[in-house]
């Protein structure tokens, strides 16, 4: 079945740095790739996805990349602020499912600190 | 737009005994999938339904399962609980099968 694979586990920036979270999957077919915020307390936040005819998408300061052939894709956020500081998952759809999009197979998490 | 609500926000429960969730989905949502979050085994797909039918089920013993009503609300239960079952209970719903997941703030459950 799909497996993904998450790096790093942690992540330290300081304010107005760059941060990037890179991720591997395991499955060719898989044809969507989710990111998640997630703060204490509260449920994973769609932050921004990509489809697998898509080679990258960005919104504000927050950007996806895939790279279909090496079956792997990161998340790059730009000017990071405190509030960034979250646990960030990538997630990955087996290509299994007859299209359906929810069963996520989740990365093992990345926790991300912005020093102010 | 209200989001995706969960009741009960937190749950105690004794081993062998069983517990029921119960999620909201976002108004006009179909689908809702149910995941299972813990630190040792982060967060894993339990279940899927759409139209009042499960489409997927994860690698998960027989003692959970589900069901969706017509309203698209939906509940999770777990019966003759395990220590190990102590986890964060999270629902997820989607308009469509092939839409974005959203997820709610999730059931925290305790077995001791």
């Known amino acids: 079945g799909e497996n993904v694979e998450q790096h790093p586990s942690t992540l330290s920036v300081q304010e107005g740095d760059s941060a990037v979270i890179k991720c591997t999957y395991s499955?060719?077919?898989?044809?969507?790739f989710p990111w998640y915020k997630q703060e204490l307390g509260k449920g994973p936040q769609l932050i921004i996805d990509i489809r697998s005819n898509v080679g990258e998408k960005k919104d504000q300061r927050i950007a996806v990349t895939l790279n279909k052939t090496a079956k792997h894709f990161s998340l790059h956020i730009t000017e990071t602020q405190p509030e960034d500081s979250a646990v960030y998952f990538c997630a990955a759809t087996p290509g299994n499912y007859g299209g359906s999009q929810g069963n996520l197979i989740f990365g093992k998490g990345t926790k991300l600190s912005v020093k102010p | 737009k209200a989001g995706v609500t969960q009741t009960p926000r937190y749950l105690i429960k004794t081993r062998g005994q069983q517990v029921t969730l119960s999620c909201s989905p976002i108004?006009?949502?179909?689908?809702v999938s149910w995941y299972q979050q813990t630190p040792g085994q982060g967060l894993q797909f339990l279940f899927e339904?759409?139209?009042?039918?499960?489409?997927n089920k994860g690698n998960f013993p027989g003692r959970f399962s589900g069901r969706q009503f017509s309203n698209s609300r939906s509940e999770m239960n777990v019966s003759t609980l395990e220590l190990g079952d102590s986890a964060l209970y999270l629902c997820a719903s989607s308009f469509d099968l092939s839409y974005e997941q959203y997820f709610g703030p999730g059931t925290r459950l305790t077995v001791t």
């Open positions: 339904y759409f139209s009042e039918t499960q489409r």
């Open positions: 108004s006009g949502h179909r689908s």
């Open positions: 499955d060719s077919a898989s044809n969507y």
